[in-house]
C-alpha cells in the first residue's frame, strides 16, 4: 500500500493515559521507524504529547472515538496539528493483537496509507450547543421517568387518576395531587377542583380519588412532585440559553419548522447535531446514513442478509422519531400519506416511522443546501403519481370484501351559460 503520510502519529485513548504511536521514515529505503510512548490526561501531559508531535512534524494525528475520553486531546491538538477521528468500528485490531499499544500501532498503520475515514467534528460553538440540546433531551426524559415514578405511587395508594386525567400533572392534576398531600380527602371535595375540559368527568374522578392515600404517599409524591418542579425549571433555564444562542441560525429554525411534524426544539436539535452545514454531507444518503436512518448494508454471494439501520447520532434520530410521530398524524400532508402507504404495503409500523425520519431529513437537506422552502407534496401525491394502481388496489379490496365492482367514470360537469 501507498504510504501517503510519512510522519503519522496515533493515539489510543483511555481514562487515564493515552498510548501515541508515532511512525516516521527510517534510515532505510521504504522502511519506517516506529515509537510508543505513554502520557497521562492531565493537561500537562497532554500538553507535552503535542509539543512533542509537533517538534516531530507530523502531518496526520488519528484517534478512535472512545467515549467522551477523547475530548481532551482532540480539543488541544486540533488547533495546532491536523487531527482526524475516527469510528471504532472503521479501525478494528487485528485478532490476537488487542492491546493498547497495538491499537495505536495498528491505527496508525492504516492512517498513514489513508485508509480510515475522519468523523464529523463540529466547530466549538456547535459543540456548546449540542451539550445544552442534548442535556435539555436528557432532563426531559428525566422528567417523563420521575412522572412514572408518581404515577406508580398512586397506583400503589389506589387512586385512579391516570385512568381519568390523560396528563395528571396538568392544572387538574395537580390541584388533586396538592389536596391529597395537605391531607384533604373527601372525594367530592377533590373532584371538584377539575377546571375546564375535566368538569364533565366529575363523577369519574370521584370513584378515581377513592384510596388508601395516607402520609407515606404524600411524604413520596411531594418528593415527586418537587424534582419534577425543579426538572421544570432547569428545563427552562437551558431553553432560554438555547435561544439565545440559536440567534444565528433563526432563518433556519423558522425555514425548517415548516415541516409537518418538526417543531422549534426538533429544528434546534437538528442544527445542532449537524451544524446547519450540509457541505459536511455531499449527499442527502450521506446525512441519512450519518444519522443511522437508512437500510443498513449486508450483502454476500448475491443475497441480502440484513437490511438493519446502522448506529448513528442517537440524539438526532431521537427527535427525528418525536417528529415522524407528529407528521404521521398530520392532515392532507405527503409524510402522512407516505406512512400509510409503507404501513400497508410494509406490515412493520417502526420501519415506515423509520422511513419518515429518512424523508424528514432528505427534505433538511435540501433545504439547507439549497436555502429553499419547504414544499409539500400533498396527502393525494401518490393518487396523483400513478391512479391506475391505486384503482387496481381498490378494486381488489373491494373483491375480497365479496362485492363485483362496475366503474363508471364522473362526466365532467358542463359549465352554466
Request: glycine residues 6%.
Amino acid at each position: 500500500m501507498d504510504v501517503l503520510h510519512d510522519r503519522c502519529a496515533a493515539l489510543d485513548v483511555a481514562k487515564d493515559e493515552v498510548k501515541v504511536c508515532l511512525r516516521t521514515p527510517g534510515k532505510r529505503r521504504n522502511t519506517h521507524h516506529t515509537e510508543v510512548r505513554t502520557f497521562t490526561t492531565m493537561t500537562n501531559s497532554l500538553l507535552a504529547m503535542r509539543d512533542w508531535l509537533i517538534a516531530e512534524q507530523v502531518s496526520l494525528v488519528v484517534m478512535e472515538a472512545t467515549g467522551d475520553y477523547w475530548r481532551s486531546p482532540f480539543y488541544l491538538l486540533e488547533d495546532a496539528l491536523n487531527v482526524e477521528l475516527i469510528n471504532a468500528k472503521h479501525a478494528k485490531a487485528l485478532p490476537g493483537r488487542k492491546s493498547d499499544v497495538a491499537d495505536s500501532v495498528w491505527l496508525c498503520q492504516l492512517g498513514e496509507c489513508g485508509l480510515l475515514r475522519a468523523s464529523f467534528v463540529p466547530p466549538e460553538p456547535i459543540r456548546q450547543l449540542r451539550d445544552l440540546t442534548r442535556y435539555r433531551q436528557v432532563l426531559q426524559q428525566e422528567r417523563t421517568r420521575e412522572a412514572q415514578r408518581l404515577e406508580k405511587e398512586l397506583e400503589d395508594a389506589g387512586i385512579k387518576l391516570s385512568v381519568v386525567a390523560t396528563d395528571i400533572l396538568g392544572v387538574s392534576g395537580r390541584a388533586m395531587l396538592g389536596a391529597l398531600i395537605d391531607g384533604e380527602r373527601d372525594v367530592e371535595v377533590l373532584a371538584d377542583l377539575a377546571r375546564g375540559r375535566m368538569r364533565p368527568k366529575i363523577p369519574d374522578l370521584q370513584e378515581a380519588m377513592v384510596g388508601r392515600f395516607g402520609p407515606h404517599h404524600a411524604f413520596l409524591c411531594r418528593m415527586h412532585l418537587d424534582r419534577i418542579d425543579g426538572i421544570d425549571r432547569d428545563i427552562t433555564a437551558l431553553s432560554q440559553r438555547i435561544d439565545a444562542a440559536m440567534t444565528p441560525f433563526q432563518d433556519l429554525l423558522t425555514r425548517l419548522d415548516t415541516i409537518p411534524g418538526v417543531n422549534q426544539h426538533v429544528a434546534q436539535v437538528i442544527i445542532a447535531e449537524t451544524g446547519g452545514d450540509m457541505s459536511q454531507f455531499p449527499t442527502p444518503a450521506h446525512l441519512a446514513s450519518w444519522a443511522g436512518v437508512c437500510p443498513g448494508n449486508h450483502a454476500s454471494g448475491g443475497k441480502r442478509k440484513s437490511g438493519k439501520t446502522r448506529k448513528g447520532d442517537h440524539w438526532l434520530t431521537a427527535s427525528l422519531g418525536v417528529a415522524a410521530l407528529a407528521a404521521l398524524r398530520s392532515k392532507n400532508t405527503y409524510l402522512a400519506a407516505q406512512y400509510r402507504r409503507l404501513v400497508r404495503r410494509l406490515g412493520n409500523k417502526q420501519k415506515a416511522i423509520v422511513a419518515l425520519e429518512h424523508s424528514i431529513l432528505t427534505s433538511v437537506w435540501h433545504m439547507l443546501t439549497n436555502t429553499t422552502d419547504y414544499h409539500d407534496l400533498g396527502g393525494d401525491y401518490f393518487l396523483r403519481r400513478d391512479p391506475e394502481r391505486e384503482r387496481r388496489r381498490a378494486i381488489t379490496a373491494l373483491n375480497k370484501l365479496g362485492y363485483t365492482v362496475t366503474l363508471n367514470p364522473i362526466q365532467p360537469t358542463q359549465p352554466a351559460a
